[in-house]
């Protein structure tokens, strides 16, 4: 699958760093608010929209895990997500799951794959 330069997120090499980085990208008329963290099984990328509320999960720039790093939170209620398939484990929206973004790596560079 091709994918549009405008589409880059990040080097993988940066990700990998921090563990966690949220984005923003403008994909024809729609604006995609997401953010990329690394698992066990490699890295996701989900939409920064809790399914409680629909609030973005962060408080800090780039924060998405809880301190011991096994779980995605989200700061506003405390909902617990499984870092690899968004499965909320813990909080007000058990069993709901945040929602995917496709993203594949080409040469280094993470990059939107939807549309
Ligand atoms: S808004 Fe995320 S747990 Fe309530």
Not at 72 to 98: I, T
């Amino acid at each position: 699958m091709k994918v549009k330069p405008d589409y880059a997120i990040c080097e993988l090499a940066d990700l990998q760093k921090r563990q966690s980085l949220s984005f923003t990208l403008n994909v024809k008329d729609e604006v995609v608010s997401g953010f990329l963290v690394v698992t066990e099984q490699g890295f996701r990328a989900y939409k920064n929209s809790c399914p409680h509320w629909g609030v973005e999960l962060n408080w800090k720039p780039d924060e998405f895990f809880n301190v011991d790093f096994t779980h995605l939170l989200c700061s506003v209620h405390g909902a617990l997500f499984k870092p690899d398939d968004g499965e909320c484990v813990f909080g007000p929206c058990v069993r709901q799951r945040l929602e995917p973004i496709p993203v594949k790596v080409i040469d280094g560079t993470v990059y939107y794959s939807g549309k």
